[in-house]
């Protein structure tokens, strides 16, 4: 069972159905990259957040998709923190969609 | 009442429970909270997560300052320890006409700011809640005062399980999927309009006798959602955790990537306890 869909059960919302696509993207991916392709999905799971979670907050919100994305961290742990990413509580690491 | 694309403003949000249910009882509705503590701004986003409703704005401002800077609102919520000043001020910014108008501004003319908003939201949605109360039992919030710490916890109802079996090899299926199916007394399933259901088959070795077994059958063709059968599935399924009984629902694969069986039969938004299960 892939840490993926354990984000997904712990967000409470599907990834995908019907005829969703799901785009999983390294977060070490440069600006241009990730832009081109969160802008051409349905739905996204970005892996590997690490460091790059501020830049990546900044991102989806010029995108436009800051209000959906769900910020996961050790998912099924003891210290699971599901979050809005935008919400002031989330940390400054590691995203999920 | 919230009406699709309704705007709540829910001033002293606390644990978001108002603007959650709000967001909850109407497709597109959005509230947008005002809370100046930290810790109740975090609980909120948590709580708004956990039901479904990330998209709940919940802002650190003040009443009436941060209002300047809102959009007007369909309706008002006031959390305790506003002022009769920001009241006005806030129900001066009110779109005008409908029932949320009514409804929140006779809680305001009272001229106090209701002590128990979860009651106050029971008595101004009455009949919308009576209305969806099918759609949305298996969870209820629960909030005693405003800034209270809110429990999501199940009402008297069973819990639902999605349990995804894995690819097809029952020796991929999570250990906790097998624990789940050892201890609910109900297991629902999709099955193809004639013969066996795959995920019931790969499960099949760890459903216990005599439990019941609520075989959905869906055809299985391309084209638009056999909405019937998935509605008439949401209602069995509902019975049962309104007596009490959990129920797990099997899926090929895993719920949440493209188990449409469970997403448009459980359109409890965040409503049950997903178990993912995948090798």
């Given amino acids: ?97 | 009442m919230p009406h699709p694309g309704a705007l709540l403003w829910d001033i002293g949000a606390g644990c978001g429970s108002i603007g959650i249910e709000w967001m909850r009882a109407a497709d597109n509705s959005l509230a947008i909270g005002l809370e100046p503590r930290e810790d109740r701004r975090a609980m909120a986003a948590r709580n708004a997560v956990t039901l479904g409703v990330s998209a709940l704005d919940i802002r650190d401002a003040r009443a009436p300052e941060g209002l300047a800077a809102l959009p007007a609102p369909d309706a008002i919520f006031f959390g305790g320890g506003n002022s009769d000043a920001t009241m006005q001020i806030a129900l001066d910014r009110l779109k005008p006409g409908g029932p949320a108008r009514r409804t929140f501004g006779d809680a305001a003319e009272r001229g106090r700011p209701s002590r128990r908003p979860r009651d106050a939201w029971r008595r101004a949605c009455a009949p919308h809640r009576s209305a969806r109360r099918a759609a949305r039992r298996p969870f209820r919030l629960a909030s005693s005062d405003a800034g209270d710490a809110m429990v999501v916890e199940e009402a008297v109802s069973g819990r639902l399980y999605g349990v995804g079996v894995g690819p097809g090899d029952p020796e991929l299926m999570t250990l906790k999927a097998v624990r789940i199916l050892a201890e609910v007394p109900v297991i629902a399933y999709p099955a193809p309009n004639s013969g066996e259901s795959s995920a019931r088959a790969i499960a099949e070795k760890f459903i216990p006798a005599g439990r019941t077994e609520i075989a959905v059958r869906v055809p299985m063709r391309v084209g638009p959602v056999p909405l019937e059968a998935y509605e008439q599935a949401a209602d069995d399924i509902a019975a049962h955790l309104d007596a009490g009984r959990d129920v797990a629902v099997l899926c090929e694969g895993d719920p949440f990537f493209y188990g449409s069986f469970i997403t448009c039969t459980m359109r409890w938004r965040g409503g049950f306890r997903q178990l993912s299960c995948l090798a």
Wanted: aromatic share 2%.
């Fill in chain 1, 1 to 97: 069972m892939t840490s993926l869909t354990a984000c997904a059960a712990a967000s409470g919302r599907p990834l995908v159905r019907r005829d969703d696509v799901l785009m999983i993207l390294p977060a070490t991916l440069d600006d241009r990259e990730l832009e081109r392709r969160l802008t051409d999905t349905r739905a996204a799971a970005i892996m590997k957040v690490g460091r790059h979670l501020t830049r990546l907050r900044r991102m989806l919100g010029r995108l436009g998709l800051l209000a959906s994305a769900i910020y996961v961290s050790h998912a099924t742990r003891g210290n699971e923190r599901v979050l809005p990413l935008r919400s002031s509580a989330t940390p400054r690491r590691r995203i999920f969609r």
